[in-house]
């Protein structure tokens, strides 16, 4: 059910898709043997000899005893969390940050650093990072790391091809890391935000065990990720899911970007704030930062303040149009609203769950519309879950490290 | 590379597996044993017995010698097309059809009857078109089929649920035909005429070869229908795609649906033909069918007639817009003006290419725009093409005929 990216893994010996296969049904919990066996299509046997090698390699370890509803009890099986480890990394306009997970996915360490990224350039910040990095891992080697950044990126290549905010083009983020951190580059995938922001609500948010979600992203700019059959959806270039200029309104604004009327426009944090207080006010305070300007906003539209509540009244609508259009599209089971608009949650889904009632297609809107329970961090979220994902592909990229501490025999069912 | 369905495919056993990529790869021309056995990652022993199974079946048969460049002759086999065809039926508003296709895509037969298929009724429109198929298929089995319909479908269930143009809801299609035929309801997909037009246009007109596809059809509805990674892009019920009522001007005319400013308010081909002529004007003149208004519309822009002339330009603003959208929301290779836009193609490809390369994303537009080739016929290209798919899954489903016609043993290379 997670998110994953088959395309991009090599292909793997039938041993390592079993052993894989065996894993990967362990995320759930611990399961004996039997139970093994029965949900990965092997023979009991089959699974005795390959929990032996995950147990060398420090992957897994017994459990204890479950007792069996007819008989004897089943040894059982669990993951062995602690044994290895996954790296997130983000880049935002204004900050850095870094968490390091578990197997199990349990949060090891995390920090946020704050920065002007764009002034300090491409190089400087791939320092910082990499220096973030270091203070979490304490020379643990993690098996995989993703690095969400803000901007289009080609994930087959590992490069951000251009982050507006950030002023950066063609930038070979995994090369740059790789060698900083001592690490391969095939262990380092670099994503967009809004893509990992997607497979962070399927596993960890409101999309979780959904096949088919559309994560909208609001900021300075507006972005949007898709999971489709469970997996991103990216499209021919990698750019599916760029919703930032898509036409809202014909007769609207200039967009910088050329097109008239994007969501971007209407959608965008300083659009919004714009709308919402005159120049000079607090509002537009950049000292603030993003979090403190959409507190001050939330605040002044609970208070009734007309020029806020009429702004985040016309977010909704131009929310509404966007999400219909991308709906009418996709057909996802949810749509989750993330970012700023996980803030303003409780003025903007109403809105645009009105707009989608207004579907044309006969049917009852059977499709669901949330703020994200996780907001800015879904991203990293997102990428935690597939830093660790490579093992959970190939668990051979560990090393055997003892002999079996597992008991290879279990007890007669 | 042909578009195909496995999630709606029983699971198969290796060696039918092994059957079926044998039977894929020799698609494309006769091969060798030994070509084959690279192709397929299996030993020339391993092929030397599936060849003998699949010719058992009939469904291969030797094609004489190629000259080994570095010595003796190797035996080449191809597929035998006549040994199995598929069938596929397309309703639509005003007309039945039919095809029957070779295994190799060839056309054995087909027949287009007119009708006017919501005064039918769905019982009595399947009849006439079991009729229609019975007479084409002469007493054949086919291996599959695949039924084309204008309305939202639920390919899982084969059911139509809602088709506006033709009145019918929860249509059980599948049931209906498998009752005519004779056939197991299994043999008999339903989908939507955009997702069949889509795959038509991957497997036989401007998209061969392209994994990410979007097929634009205009009609008296707009419909969409999307490829991705090779396959048709679904959604949670079946509904990605449905195109015609995304919002293209918000301060647009009413649409039907109870949304303003819908595709289909703006490039419906009433809609247009509102726009292009008066009431009472010949061009509304429904003796004319689709083919013949359209056909009159597009010699009135030849001349230069001002309200054609006008009426078309502002389709092609309106095919900018929504096109713009959807490539931003997808990022396909290539984007297909299929139905009655490809009649006007040469009025409209400009106007969306021109929108789309004001696109914002920092890179030369990669995105390809092109009328379709195929024009009307593409939903039968594409349902011709799925009708007899099932059979290069599972080779099996023909039995074992005769002992094999073919030399089971090869030239040594």
């Not at 998110?3 to 292909?11: I, R, S, V």
């Not at 919990?29 to 299509?41: D, H, K, M, N, Y």
């Not at 989608?356 to 990293?380: D, F, I, N």
Request: hydrophobic share 45%; net charge negative.
């Amino acid at each position: 059910m997670a998110a994953t990216e088959p395309g991009q893994l090599d292909p793997v010996s039938p041993r390592t898709a079993n052993l894989a296969a065996l894993l990967r049904a362990l995320r759930a919990g611990p399961l004996s043997r039997t139970q093994l066996a029965a949900r990965c299509g092997l023979t009991k046997a089959a699974v005795s000899g390959l929990i032996t090698e995950l147990s060398e390699r420090g992957l897994v370890r017994s459990a204890g005893l479950q007792g069996g509803g007819n008989g004897r009890p089943s040894q059982l099986v669990e993951l062995n969390g602690a044994s290895a480890c996954g790296l997130a990394l983000s880049v935002e306009a204004d900050r850095f940050a870094a968490v390091v997970t578990n197997l199990d996915g349990r949060v090891v360490a995390e920090r946020t650093e704050t920065a002007d990224v764009a002034a300090l350039g491409l190089h400087r910040s791939m320092d910082e990072l990499a220096f973030l990095a270091r203070q979490l891992l304490l020379g643990d080697q993690p098996v995989g790391v993703t690095v969400s950044v803000p901007g289009l990126v080609d994930s087959a290549a590992a490069v951000l091809r251009f982050a507006p905010t950030l002023r950066w083009r063609d930038a070979e983020i995994a090369d740059l890391l790789a060698a900083r951190l001592g690490l391969t580059v095939d262990a380092i995938r670099v994503d967009n935000e809004a893509n990992l922001g997607a497979v962070g609500e399927v596993v960890a948010g409101v999309g979780r065990g959904v096949r088919e979600l559309f994560y909208l992203s609001g900021g300075t700019g507006v972005g949007g990720g898709l999971v489709s059959g469970g997996t991103i959806l990216r499209g021919a270039r990698g750019f599916a899911g760029e919703v930032g200029h898509i036409t809202v309104d014909p007769s609207g604004e200039q967009c910088p970007c050329g097109r008239v009327g994007c969501l971007e426009t209407k959608a965008g944090l300083s659009a919004v704030l714009r709308g919402a207080a005159s120049p000079g006010d607090p509002l537009h305070d950049p000292a603030l930062g993003v979090d403190g300007r959409v507190g001050l906003l939330k605040h002044r539209v609970r208070r009734g303040d007309q020029r806020a509540v009429a702004a985040v009244s016309e977010l909704g609508v131009a929310l509404g149009i966007a999400v219909s259009t991308v709906v009418d599209v996709l057909d996802p089971d949810v749509v989750v609203l993330g970012g700023y608009f996980a803030e303003l949650g409780e003025w903007l889904v109403e809105p645009v769950r009105r707009e989608l009632s207004a579907r044309p297609l006969g049917h009852e809107p059977a499709c669901r519309v949330e703020p994200s329970p996780l907001g800015t961090t879904a991203p990293l979220r997102g990428a935690a879950h597939l830093a660790t994902e490579r093992l959970f592909a190939d668990p051979t990229l560990v090393p055997v490290v003892t002999s079996s501490s597992i008991d290879t025999a279990e007890a007669p069912a």
